[in-house]
């Protein structure tokens, strides 16, 4: 067992101009676990994620992996998105490529594997996210759970250490919410380590190890799902979950 966590923030602060929008936010996310992020909306959950993945800069602090700063000047930024991969609410599939070259595209260019077998790794993903028979179809010929399921493939395509979902079913109708949780929830089984946001409270508390309440820029509390929702702390969290559920 390491002495780290597999993605640490430690103590981080993110502006925007003026605007203090995460505030000494510290972190951990250990190895296979699956840490959800909740809290209302514009208290820093995808900038929290962004900066993970060094679409965003901060101003102070330290992020993490695997005991690695990736949040130093120097941290290879392409190398560092091959090991963090990102789904976002707006699948942003190529929408002139097929499912399985949006999902081969990034191997074949980034990492430099071969077609052959960036082919068959792509397939068996597509199959994992049971989209295995739509690997020729063109995104617009896909449901928004459909198109999910790929983008998620696509980044699991690049075999990252850690996966960050941004509220990658709110775009989604109501009857296709379903089919990419369950996607989400066989990947944690496996032992995919993962930070999520997301308003889906039964995902969090059935499949998170940890559930972190964020509010104007901090973490106001964490804490394992059965003792947050049953037993929260805070007047904050309180408040919040009397509004969701
Ligand atoms: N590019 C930007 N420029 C300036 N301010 C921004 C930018 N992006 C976000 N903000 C501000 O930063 C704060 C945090 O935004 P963020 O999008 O991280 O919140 P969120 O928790 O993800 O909210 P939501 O639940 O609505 O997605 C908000 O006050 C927002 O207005
Ligand atoms: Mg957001």
Same mark, same amino acid.
């Given at each position: 067992m390491s002495d780290h966590s597999l993605l640490e923030f430690d103590n981080i602060d993110k502006y925007y101009g003026d605007t203090?929008?995460?505030?000494?936010v510290s972190l951990e996310v250990d190895e296979q676990d699956v840490c959800v992020v909740i809290g209302p909306s514009g208290s820093g959950k995808s900038t929290l994620l962004r900066c993970a993945n060094r679409l965003e800069e901060i101003q102070a602090g330290e992020i993490r992996l695997d005991g690695t *700063?990736?949040?130093?000047?120097?941290?290879d930024i392409n190398v560092l998105r091959q090991r963090i991969g990102m789904v976002f609410q707006s699948f942003n599939l190529f929408p002139h490529k097929t499912a399985i070259e949006n999902v081969t595209l990034a191997p074949q260019?980034?990492?430099?594997?071969?077609d052959e077998i960036a082919y068959e790794e792509g397939m068996s993903i597509l199959e994992d996210v049971g989209m295995g028979d739509h690997a020729? *179809?063109?995104?617009?010929?896909?449901s928004g759970g459909q198109q999910q399921r790929i983008a998620i493939a696509r980044a699991l395509a690049m075999d990252p250490r850690v996966m960050l979902f941004d509220?990658?079913?709110? *775009?989604?109708?109501p009857e296709l919410v379903g089919e990419v949780l369950e996607v989400m929830r066989a990947l944690a089984e496996e032992g995919m380590t993962m930070m999520v946001v997301t308003h889906e409270m039964g995902f969090a508390r059935g499949v998170g190890d940890k559930i972190v309440l964020m509010a104007d820029g901090k973490v106001v509390e964490t804490g394992e799902p059965k003792a947050f929702f049953e037993?929260?702390?805070?007047d904050r969290a309180k408040q919040f979950l009397s509004r969701m559920l």
């Open positions: 203090h929008v995460l505030k000494e *700063a990736l949040t130093h000047p120097d941290a260019k980034v990492k430099g594997i071969d020729d *179809a063109y995104p617009n010929q896909l509220e990658v079913t709110s *775009a989604l109708d037993n929260p702390q805070t």
